[in-house]
T-cell receptor, first 117, second 114 residues
Framework: NAGVTQTPKFQVLKTGQSMTLQCAQDMNHEYMSWYRQDPGMGLRLIHYSVGAGITDQGEVPNGYNVSRSTTEDFPLRLLSAAPSQTSVYFC????????????????FGPGTRLTVT | GENVEQHPSTLSVQEGDSAVIKCTYSDSASNYFPWYKQELGKRPQLIIDIRSNVGEKKDQRIAVTLNKTAKHFSLHITETQPEDSAVYFCAASRSGGSNYKLTFGKGTLLTVNP
């Protein structure tokens, strides 16, 4: 298994440009999510999905769009890049769990380092 | 929503000493508490987790304790080694509704000095 893969590893954008960060997993996980990591801020949830066709907003969704057409893929789109979106982006996936047992281990991708100038 | 506070932000210990990192959470319905380790330039990886029906869990040199009444949980690393140097994140989530939304603390940079 490749696990969770992300492309690209590095990207430089100019303000106002758009792009899509790709995320794929081959573990048949129902749950997928996107985080951004900034120094001293921990990991903040951008968007998440509990299955194909179902997405929802996390803590910092503004400026980002997602869709989930398949179980395997969960792309993150930056509509009009801004310097404030300079960050490291991690995609993660996990099995869903029935009610009462809480969450389960999230497997992270290697990350995408994005710089917006 | 959930809020997770983590302390300290940095921790320096001598090799062989113990290290303790503490987290508090705000949502009394949270029932899953994982800890992730992130080495420099790498992805976060789960090292241990605990569910609300358990008060303590151990895995070799690592242990986690949970106090639901006080809404805090802690990571304990004994006999620290230089390879334990990393950033450690605590997190919390709850079942139902917005299930699987993990809220992370801001991290603790642990340095183990040889």
């Amino acid at each position: 298994n490749a696990g969770v893969t992300q492309t690209p590893k590095f990207q430089v954008l100019k303000t106002g440009q758009s792009m899509t960060l790709q995320c794929a997993q081959d573990m048949n996980h129902e749950y997928m999510s996107w985080y951004r990591q900034d120094p001293g801020m921990g990991l903040r949830l951008i968007h998440y999905s509990v299955g194909a066709g179902i997405t929802d907003q996390g803590e910092v969704p503004n400026g980002y769009n997602v869709s989930r057409s398949t179980t395997e893929d969960f792309p993150l789109r930056l509509l009009s890049a801004a310097p404030s979106q300079t960050s490291v982006y991690f995609c993660a996936s996990s099995y869903s769990r029935p009610l009462l047992t809480g969450g389960s281990e999230q497997y992270f991708g290697p990350g995408t380092r994005l710089t917006v100038t | 929503g959930e809020n997770v506070e983590q302390h300290p932000s940095t921790l320096s210990v001598q090799e062989g000493d113990s290290a303790v990192i503490k987290c508090t959470y705000s949502d009394s319905a949270s029932n899953y508490f994982p800890w992730y380790k992130q080495e420099l330039g790498k992805r976060p990886q789960l090292i241990i987790d605990i569910r609300s029906n358990v008060g303590e869990k151990k895995d070799q040199r690592i242990a986690v304790t949970l106090n639901k009444t006080a809404k805090h949980f802690s990571l304990h690393i004994t006999e620290t080694q230089p390879e334990d140097s990393a950033v450690y994140f605590c997190a919390a989530s709850r079942s139902g509704g917005s299930n699987y939304k993990l809220t992370f603390g801001k991290g603790t940079l642990l340095t183990v000095n040889p």
